[in-house]
């Protein structure tokens, strides 16, 4: 069984960063293409950025430049750094996992993690 596990959440102020780890286990990493989501209080999640097999990234518009995914196949680890944060940002953040990048851009990967907590507040 494939399991993910989301760290690095926590608070922190305006304009400040974060960089958020994805292990995954019960699986082979290598093969996943893997992806960000968000969710805010009150929100739907949102896709926020993905990265394929091959390690090609994709971003939602409104991230790129400021979000920067990666990953380390050695070490089964997602991440995504997150820089100039603002209160927006606020939310949890999810990791998933899926066959292809489309799969993980449409919301539609089988495995995710519990999400981790960011909070942009002064």
């Known amino acids: 069984q494939v399991q993910l596990v989301e760290s690095g959440g926590g608070l922190v102020q305006p304009g400040g960063s974060l960089k958020l780890s994805c292990l995954v286990s019960?699986?082979?990493?290598?093969?996943?293409?893997m992806g960000w989501y968000r969710q805010a209080p009150g929100k739907r999640r949102e896709f926020i950025a993905g990265i394929s097999i091959g390690g090609s990234p994709f971003y939602k518009p409104s991230v790129k430049g400021l979000f920067n995914i990666s990953r380390d196949n050695a070490k089964n680890t997602l991440y995504l750094q997150m820089d100039s944060l603002t209160p927006e940002d606020t939310a949890v953040y999810y990791c998933?996992?899926?066959?292809?990048?489309?799969?993980?851009?449409?919301?539609?990967?089988?495995?995710w993690g519990q999400g981790t907590q960011v909070t942009v507040s002064s």
């Open positions: 019960g699986g082979i990493f290598a093969d996943y293409s």
């Open positions: 998933n996992a899926g066959s292809s990048g489309t799969v993980v851009r449409s919301g539609r990967s089988d495995y």
